[in-house]
């Protein structure tokens, strides 16, 4: 897709997937993650239902947590992803993987999407202790926003936020080597902003997440 905007070249996929093999170029490839069988949970229902289509921005957001192993210990990167145009709202990182940590990321989300931007909006987690609280429920319900959660040990509810993880991982961390903790949260900050501002997406019409998110919303 690059090729197509920098240069104005029209390619294939075989096209390209050819020269990659004759210069010996390969591609970084995501492993599959295992499905698990769907457990129905009776106190917070599920309202996206693995229905992850959007019609606008802010109308649903994925959040989690992911741990990212450096040499002063774990470092836990919470992260909320809009399911419309795929862009990270907001993240935080902790030495500690704690409710502090997750309401620290959905306020911040909340203080860069005003509230009259995300009327009806539901945020969707898995049955993490912390997206279970009562702190996290009552942040939600004083901000409006419907609570939801995925079928308990299913990952494949939350979808969303857990591929951009992968994508993260893959294209950033695992390259990276050893790091510290500054440098892991340096690592985190400069690829949200590539994934965010560079990274061109085919279900996106060739666009990056925040220039397909400003179609709707200039």
């Known amino acids: 897709m690059k090729i197509k905007k920098i240069y104005g070249l029209f390619l294939t996929n075989k096209t390209i997937y050819r020269y990659m093999k004759i210069h010996n170029i390969k591609s970084i490839i995501r492993p599959k993650r295992k ?8 106190n917070i229902s599920n309202q996206i239902k693995r229905n992850f289509k959007a019609c606008k921005p ?3 957001w994925s959040i989690d947590i992911t741990y990212i192993h450096t040499t002063q210990g774990v470092e836990y990167l919470c992260a909320i992803k809009d399911m419309y145009d795929k862009s990270i709202i907001a993240y935080k990182t ?3 993987n704690n409710n502090p940590l997750v309401i620290s990321t959905i306020k911040e989300a909340f203080a860069i999407v005003e509230s009259k931007k995300r009327l009806n909006l539901i945020l969707h987690s898995d049955q993490g202790h912390q997206f279970t609280s009562f702190v996290y429920s009552q942040v939600l319900k004083e901000n409006n926003v419907t609570h939801s959660v995925s079928a308990k040990g299913s990952c494949v509810d ?3 936020i857990e591929s951009w993880f992968s994508a993260l991982k893959t294209e950033c961390i695992y390259l990276a080597g050893n790091f510290n903790r500054l440098e892991a949260q340096k690592l985190v900050k400069d690829y949200v902003h590539y994934y965010n501002n560079e990274r061109q997406q ?12 400003m179609l709707v919303l200039n």
Do not use: I, W
Not at 35 to 42: A, D, F, I, P
Not at 202 to 213: A, C, D, H, N, V
């Open 158 to 160: 939350n979808v969303p």
């Open 94 to 96: 902790s030495s500690k």
């Open 202 to 213: 085919e279900q996106l019409k060739e666009l990056t997440p925040l220039e397909f998110r």
């Open 35 to 42: 499905r698990y069988s769907k457990v129905e949970h009776h």
């Open 58 to 60: 802010n109308e649903k």
